[in-house]
């Protein structure tokens, strides 16, 4: 087994998410450094694309062994990511990114609450919501459409755990992730491919739109396929709270948006939570090699 993979199969989770949200985010900034010249659909677009290919280069023998069923579920995997993507990229426009992902964390509280069973997990569950909107803010800043977006990006985040658990269970690797979003990227492609001009004709746009794809997706995405072979969806929901924090660390370091003592106080919240939730028993799951 490759040792990325052993790592991946036995790094304790927390720091996993640390990994992952760092990469995902620095995707996030890459792509509003180029909402001025190009529609953030389209850059969401390039962004699902860019991963697949990625994704599927690194999966010798990807198109073997694929079941109905198998299949089925990861282009509804695919599609509810690459939807989560659009339309997190069209609030992201309009919201600062901080409070975008605080809006979106909507979508695994719903899931974290689903499948919560006992009193210490619902109180760390407690804890990141409370941390989670303090960083978020209550105002909406006048731009009702963006949380709009975001609400919808929300949903297809709770999808996202849901059908993604699944995914990984059935697939090795990341196979299973790139042929969702290759799916995924067919799926938005009307809503992304009318403005993608610009794209094709600038060979730096293109890397940067790509790039977003292989940060967020491709490394973001396939870290938490390894994860979820190896913890429990409510676990997984409520390890997602580490996601806002490094949103506001990401959006202060590279996009200028410095965190206020709320926001400082927001993070411990989270962070609290995420510590006192109970650990579940986890077992190394090896790759196939």
């Known amino acids: 087994m490759p040792r990325s993979s052993r790592l991946l199969s036995t790094a304790p989770p927390e720091s996993l998410f640390v990994l992952s949200a760092l990469s995902q985010y620095i995707g996030a900034a890459i792509a509003v450094s180029v ?24 999966s010798p023998g990807f198109h073997r062994g694929w079941t109905r069923r198998d299949l089925i579920g990861a282009a509804v995997f695919g599609s509810a990511t690459a939807a989560m993507n659009l339309f997190f990229y069209l609030g992201i426009a309009r919201i ?38 303090t960083l ?41 992730l790139g042929v969702g979003l290759a799916i995924g990227a067919v799926v938005i492609a009307p809503a992304g491919a009318p403005w993608s001009g610009p794209v094709w004709l600038s060979p730096t746009l293109l890397l940067l739109c790509c790039a977003t794809g292989v940060f967020s997706n491709a490394i973001g995405y396939g870290i938490d396929q390894y994860v979820l072979r190896r913890i429990p969806i409510r676990r997984f929901s409520i390890l997602l709270a580490t996601l806002p924090v490094t949103a506001v660390f990401i959006g202060w ?14 993070i411990s919240l989270v962070l609290v939570g995420v510590a006192v939730q109970e650990r579940d028993e986890i077992v190394a799951i090896p790759e196939p090699s």
């Open 96 to 133: 600062d990114l901080g409070k975008s992902v605080a809006i979106e964390f909507l979508g695994p509280i719903a899931v974290a609450a689903a499948t919560t069973r006992s009193l210490r997990n619902g109180f760390a569950l407690v804890l990141a919501v409370i941390g989670v909107v």
């Open 136 to 176: 978020g803010g209550v105002e909406v800043d006048d731009n009702t459409l963006g949380v709009v977006f975001i609400l919808i990006s929300s949903a297809m985040w709770a999808a996202y755990i849901v059908f993604g658990s699944r995914v990984a269970q059935v697939r090795p690797g990341v196979a299973g």
């Open 253 to 266: 370091l590279l996009l200028g948006q410095t965190p206020s003592a709320l926001d400082l106080a927001g």
């Open 35 to 58: 909402f001025d010249q190009v529609e953030p659909q389209t850059v969401a677009w390039f962004r699902v694309i860019g991963a697949a290919i990625a994704l599927l280069a690194i």
